[in-house]
């Protein structure tokens, strides 16, 4: 089971919109609305944004929002805040011996 | 409220068994649905998935790791315990634990240890 595939790096100015994409495979996430995704700032643990493609745990900000197609899911940031500069992780359930599958991460910057 | 903390050794040698405890609170093991996982960070890279245990014992091991990993629970002291054996440097990582649908109720692990850090040296 590989890494899911994301941009190194996404950058965009102060009130801007962004999208951080998460490729796949049809093993993976193409086969189920099971993807994630997690903030992690410089030197803490990452904390969960979105699950289950679309869901807004309570206290995250509607400023991020996910959606998938096919093989890729997507992070969108609005409206990008300084604190929003961090790194984020995808996450796919890929099958019930692999129930977890990160991405290669990426780096947002705020510039 | 939910807490976890990880905890093990800083620092083992080449060859040596890892064996790391997650200690939590603010929910059960025994609840259905819940599972508790460990994830890992080498310096500087992307998080890798380890490991999962559900409330009814079912366990789940990243495939490129399964032969080097043993997850196991124990509900009365609310602590879930990794073992990793025959450790490299390339094990050098910060190791998180983090349980799966206790908040949410969701496919994702919900919270997250602070970690501890892991450095396989000789």
């Known amino acids: 089971q590989s890494a899911l595939t994301q941009p190194a790096s996404v950058s965009g100015s102060p009130g801007q919109s962004i999208t951080i994409s998460c490729t796949g495979t049809s093993s993976d996430v193409g086969s189920y609305s099971l993807v994630s995704w997690y903030q992690q700032h410089p030197g803490k643990a990452p904390k969960l944004m979105i699950s289950e493609v679309s869901k807004r745990p309570s206290g995250v900000s509607n400023r991020f929002s996910g959606s998938k197609s096919g093989n890729t899911a997507s992070l969108t940031i609005s409206g990008l805040q300084a604190e929003d500069e961090a790194d984020y992780y995808c996450?796919?359930?890929?099958?019930?011996?692999?129930?977890?599958?990160f991405g290669t991460g990426t780096k947002v910057t705020v510039l | 409220q939910i807490t976890l903390k990880e905890s093990g050794p800083s620092l083992v040698k080449p060859t040596q068994t890892l064996t790391l405890t997650c200690t939590f609170s603010?929910?059960?093991?025994?609840?259905?649905?819940?599972?508790v996982g460990w994830i890992r960070q080498p310096p500087g890279k992307a998080l890798e998935w380890l490991a999962l245990i559900y409330w009814d014992d079912d366990k789940r091991y990243s495939p490129s790791l399964n032969s080097r990993l043993t997850i196991t629970k124990d509900t009365s002291k609310n602590q879930v315990v990794l073992t990793m054996t025959n450790m490299d440097p390339v094990d050098t990582a910060t190791y998180y634990c983090?349980?799966?649908?206790?908040?949410?109720?969701?496919?994702?692990?919900?919270?997250w240890g602070q970690g501890t850090m892991v450095t396989v040296s000789s």
């Open positions: 983090a349980p799966r649908g206790v908040i949410t109720g969701t496919h994702a692990f919900d919270i």
């Open positions: 996450c796919s359930y890929a099958g019930s011996s692999t129930p977890f599958v």
């Open positions: 603010g929910f059960s093991l025994n609840t259905s649905g819940v599972g």
